[in-house]
């Protein structure tokens, strides 16, 4: 997607809550699942994307994906269980390999990263850095393409600090 997300890479979609960064991830995943880019140039063949979705309930994808080519079977939608009692945080890496793994695919887009710092706890940053640092190893071994989004969290406001950065 010409200079802004480079195959083989893991890249941050940062910005403010509500405008428009799962919009683009979910119109990126089409575009690759398709091979063809949706409103923007798509330089890739048409493969299988990994679409992890911490936020939205079907409902919502529901609406935001109406006129579109959803589902797509190129396209494989996961969320969380409602009830999952393990750490997310030191077990995703391991889950987004065995996905990877099973649908023999590099492309992997998680919406959204700031799920895990709801709440700002000093040693949660921590962790979400282990995390980040896994997610690069993955992109690094297996030439593979993570595009994460992220944004400040809602209950911070005022300008943008180290907090707003937690992811």
Request: charged share 25%.
């Amino acid at each position: 997607f010409g200079p802004f997300i480079i195959q083989g890479s893991l890249t941050v979609l940062f910005g403010h809550a509500k405008i428009g960064k799962s919009i683009i991830m979910l119109q990126i995943a089409l575009s690759i699942a398709r091979g063809k880019g949706h409103g923007m140039p798509c330089n890739v063949d048409k493969a299988k994307v990994i679409y992890i979705d911490l936020e939205n309930k079907d409902r919502t994808q529901a609406k935001r994906t109406e006129g579109y080519d959803w589902p797509n079977d190129n396209v494989i939608r996961c969320q969380v269980s409602k009830d999952y009692e393990g750490s997310m945080r030191s077990e995703l890496a391991s889950a987004i390999e065995q996905l990877m793994n099973k649908y023999g695919t590099t492309y992997v887009i998680l919406d959204n990263l700031s799920w895990f710092d709801s709440e700002i706890k000093k040693d949660m940053h921590a962790e979400t850095q282990e995390l980040m640092k896994r997610l690069d190893l993955i992109c690094q071994e297996r030439q593979a393409t993570m595009i994460l989004g992220a944004h400040r969290p809602k209950s911070n406001k005022g300008p943008l600090g180290l907090e707003s950065l937690a992811g």
